[in-house]
């Protein structure tokens, strides 16, 4: 079972949340509030991660490098949402 510390969860929220909100303003203001933008980063980091890693970039740090991934998710999440709906 994994256990995950409450710092550690504010930590995933806190970077969610402004990973959504950083992708939101790069693809043309889209948001979907402050619930839907946390989700939207949790998942973009997953996302960042594994297109980063196959492209062969590695980010090492904290922080900032955690942020730069999910943001970097987070926006081709969201690209492909917009595709989607454009043809729905």
Do not use: D, E, K, T
């Amino acid at each position: 079972m994994m256990v995950i510390s409450v710092p550690s969860l504010i930590g995933m929220l806190i970077i969610g949340a402004l990973a959504g909100w950083l992708a939101g303003l790069i693809v043309r203001g889209r948001g979907f509030g402050l619930i839907g933008n946390i989700a939207v980063g949790i998942v973009g980091a997953l996302v960042g991660g594994i297109v980063l890693h196959a492209l062969g970039v590695f980010l090492v740090g904290g922080f900032l490098a955690s942020l730069i991934r999910a943001a970097f998710g987070a926006v081709i999440l969201l690209v492909i949402v917009g595709l989607v709906q454009r043809a729905a």
